[in-house]
């Protein structure tokens, strides 16, 4: 028998040799299949090419299996009805009963934002569904996703194959933290204000400017930034015992400030709204598991107010 590679295998010539095997006859198993005569007729020919061998020989009215087919049959058989079994028992998600753990890459900023009302509707939903939020390398997040190393991910808008589906997941608009007894804030903050403070800037790269200062260098303007550090929250309780301003996505800086009441003021200046997007293998699309981990997130974003919201005016 030629060695062969199941990639290159059309696997319903199997399904076609097993209606022949069991009919006794071409014409029975076109019938059985509903298909022509000719379109088994041919089947049976690429299989003979594949075999090297006639498989099935003319007796009379019916056809006989060589003693290589009769070989087959079983595992042909077998094989088929497994398929079959597979087809029909696949299960529908109930998240209620299934004992599962969902894998979601995210930003560790995110998690203080996503992680509570999102484990507040899985587990009364889902009591026995674990979710695990874990950091991941943009380079490798389709990989992961086609691996299934990940079921989702939440991340700026990137370049994907089509393999990976998205959708918008959340917008933000940059604000300003100050803390409230900020000297320079005593009045309105202008842009000219914003650029005579020292700031804050929060990134989990070692280096490289952030959306407010590359709109800053488009005017022009730079400011000084006097700290870089890793997360919201620390950069938040630096504002409060400081001069220094943060600039902060609005949704991240209400839940990261609200231990030190800092004030959250209008940017002086236009920058891009922060879109982040929801990733997902397209194997995934229709599969129910994914599909309700999917519909959760969606439900907790919106539910937070999945819009742009309005910075509070004190």
Same mark, same amino acid.
């Given at each position: 028998?030629?060695?062969?590679?199941?990639?290159?295998?059309?696997l319903?010539?199997?399904?076609?040799f097993?209606?022949?095997?069991?009919? &006794?006859?071409?014409?029975? #198993?076109?019938?059985?299949?509903?298909?022509?005569?000719?379109?088994? !007729?041919?089947?049976?020919?690429?299989?003979?090419?594949?075999?090297?061998?006639?498989?099935?020989?003319?007796?009379?009215?019916?056809?006989?299996?060589?003693?290589?087919?009769?070989?087959?049959?079983?595992?042909?058989?077998?094989?088929?009805?497994?398929?079959?079994?597979?087809?029909? *028992?696949?299960?529908?998600?109930? =998240?209620?009963?299934?004992?599962?753990?969902?894998?979601? &890459?995210?930003r560790?900023?995110?998690?203080?934002?996503l992680?509570?009302?999102?484990?507040?509707?899985?587990?009364?939903?889902?009591?026995?569904?674990?979710?695990?939020?874990?950091?991941?390398?943009?380079?490798?997040?389709? !990989?992961?996703?086609?691996?299934?190393?990940?079921?989702?991910?939440?991340?700026?808008?990137?370049?994907?194959? =089509?393999?990976? $589906?998205?959708?918008?997941?959340?917008?933000?608009?940059?604000?300003?933290?100050?803390?409230?007894?900020?000297?320079?804030?005593?009045?309105?903050l202008? +842009?000219?204000?914003?650029?005579? #403070?020292?700031?804050?800037?929060?990134s989990?790269?070692?280096?490289?400017? &952030?959306?407010? *200062?590359?709109?800053?260098?488009?005017?022009?303007?730079?400011?000084?930034?006097?700290?870089?550090?890793? $997360?919201? #929250?620390?950069?938040?309780?630096?504002?409060?015992?400081?001069?220094?301003?943060?600039?902060?996505? +609005?949704?991240?800086?209400?839940?990261?400030?609200?231990?030190?009441?800092?004030?959250?003021? !209008?940017?002086?200046?236009?920058?891009p709204?922060?879109?982040? $997007?929801?990733?997902? $293998?397209? &194997?995934?699309?229709?599969?129910?598991?994914?599909?309700?981990?999917?519909?959760?997130? +969606?439900?907790?974003?919106?539910?937070?107010?999945?819009?742009?919201?309005?910075? #509070?005016? *004190?």
């Amino acid at each position: 028998m030629p060695d062969m590679q199941l990639s290159r295998i059309d696997l319903n010539l199997f399904v076609v040799f097993d209606a022949i095997y069991s009919e &006794g006859s071409i014409t029975a #198993a076109a019938r059985q299949l509903n298909l022509t005569q000719p379109a088994v !007729s041919h089947a049976l020919g690429r299989m003979r090419l594949l075999f090297d061998d006639p498989l099935f020989e003319r007796r009379g009215q019916g056809m006989a299996p060589t003693p290589l087919a009769r070989s087959l049959a079983t595992e042909v058989r077998t094989a088929l009805q497994s398929f079959a079994r597979t087809l029909q *028992d696949t299960p529908h998600f109930d =998240p209620a009963a299934t004992v599962r753990r969902f894998t979601i &890459g995210m930003r560790d900023a995110l998690e203080s934002t996503l992680l509570p009302p999102l484990m507040a509707r899985v587990t009364a939903m889902a009591p026995q569904v674990e979710i695990a939020a874990i950091r991941f390398d943009r380079r490798e997040m389709e !990989s992961e996703l086609l691996a299934g190393t990940l079921d989702a991910a939440i991340d700026i808008l990137l370049p994907v194959s =089509p393999a990976i $589906h998205h959708t918008p997941f959340m917008a933000d608009p940059m604000v300003v933290l100050a803390r409230r007894d900020h000297p320079l804030m005593k009045k309105e903050l202008t +842009l000219e204000r914003y650029l005579a #403070a020292e700031h804050v800037h929060v990134s989990s790269r070692r280096r490289g400017a &952030g959306l407010e *200062d590359q709109a800053l260098h488009r005017m022009g303007l730079t400011r000084r930034v006097r700290l870089r550090c890793q $997360h919201y #929250a620390a950069a938040c309780r630096v504002v409060s015992c400081t001069d220094l301003l943060a600039t902060l996505p +609005l949704r991240y800086a209400r839940i990261a400030n609200e231990p030190y009441a800092n004030r959250l003021l !209008s940017l002086p200046f236009k920058v891009p709204t922060l879109e982040l $997007h929801l990733y997902w $293998h397209a &194997g995934g699309e229709n599969d129910g598991a994914n599909r309700w981990l999917r519909e959760q997130l +969606l439900a907790v974003i919106n539910a937070l107010g999945g819009g742009v919201g309005e910075v #509070a005016q *004190d």
